[in-house]
């Protein structure tokens, strides 16, 4: 089962430079989310999307932008990179937005991508 | 300003000793989860805690929440060094069904 799979895991960037993490889910679920992690930090939810569609902002969405065209793809883009968006970025979904996290509908989580930008 | 604290940051214990770990908060909340992430790896949910007062239990595991649903503690007995990792609490902000906010986590190594 291949659940939330994102590219690339690994992913070096020079300031200025443009990306686009992929983010893709085959659980057919309607909540998709992006998060950074950053030691003594904790996860910081970046954006979210509750359907195809529909994307709003989370706490620190400066920098980023997302689209979700289908229910199974939800990319970051980062449109000019700059040394503070070093960081581990990961994607989550979930079934439903109301049970998102809940034990009938938790948070699935990738493997992440780790991004350098120098 | 955090909303939810964890302690302690860091945490090294040998094999077969127990240990508890806190994640606090001012607000209450209608339910408080908790992940485990292990290196490499994205975060994996263990529980989801709603009721004050609550106790739930996952083999070596124990989870309580607070009587207030403003505080949350792990509890794992005899720890084995398959529990390593990163401990994380996480709950969603009133008001934002769709937002989950995450604790900054506990580190646990358990060694030989």
């Known amino acids: 089962n291949a659940g939330v799979t994102q590219t690339p895991k690994f992913q070096v960037l020079k300031t200025g430079q443009s990306m686009t993490l992929q983010c893709a889910q085959d659980?057919?679920?309607?909540?998709m989310s992006w998060y950074r992690q950053d030691p003594g930090m904790g996860l910081r939810l970046i954006h979210y999307?509750?359907?195809?569609?529909?994307?709003d902002q989370g706490e620190v969405p400066n920098g980023y932008n997302v689209s979700r065209s289908t229910t199974e793809d939800f990319p970051l883009r980062l449109l000019s990179a700059a040394p503070s968006q070093t960081s581990v970025y990961f994607c989550?979904?979930?079934?439903?937005?109301?049970?998102?996290?809940?034990?009938?509908?938790?948070?699935?989580f990738g493997n992440g991508t780790r991004l350098t930008v120098t | 300003t955090q909303l939810l604290e964890q302690s302690p940051q860091f945490l090294s214990i040998q094999e077969g000793e127990n240990l508890t770990v806190y994640c606090n908060s001012s607000?209450?909340?209608?339910?408080l989860q908790w992940y485990r992430q292990e290196p490499g790896e994205g975060p994996v949910l263990l529980v989801t805690?709603?009721?004050?007062?609550e106790v739930k239990k996952l083999k070596r595991l124990t989870f309580q929440f607070g009587d207030a649903r403003k505080d949350s503690s792990l509890h794992i007995t005899a720890a084995q060094p398959g529990d390593t990792g990163l401990y994380l609490c996480?709950?969603?902000?009133?008001?934002?069904?769709?937002?989950?906010?995450f604790g900054t986590g506990t580190r646990l190594q358990v060694t030989l």
């Open positions: 989550a979904s979930s079934y439903s937005i109301w049970t998102a996290g809940d034990d009938n509908s938790p948070l699935h």
């Open positions: 659980m057919n679920h309607e909540y």
């Open positions: 999307s509750v359907g195809a569609g529909i994307t």
């Open positions: 607000s209450v909340f209608s339910s």
């Open positions: 805690v709603v009721t004050g007062g």
């Open positions: 996480a709950t969603r902000l009133t008001g934002t069904a769709s937002k989950l906010t």
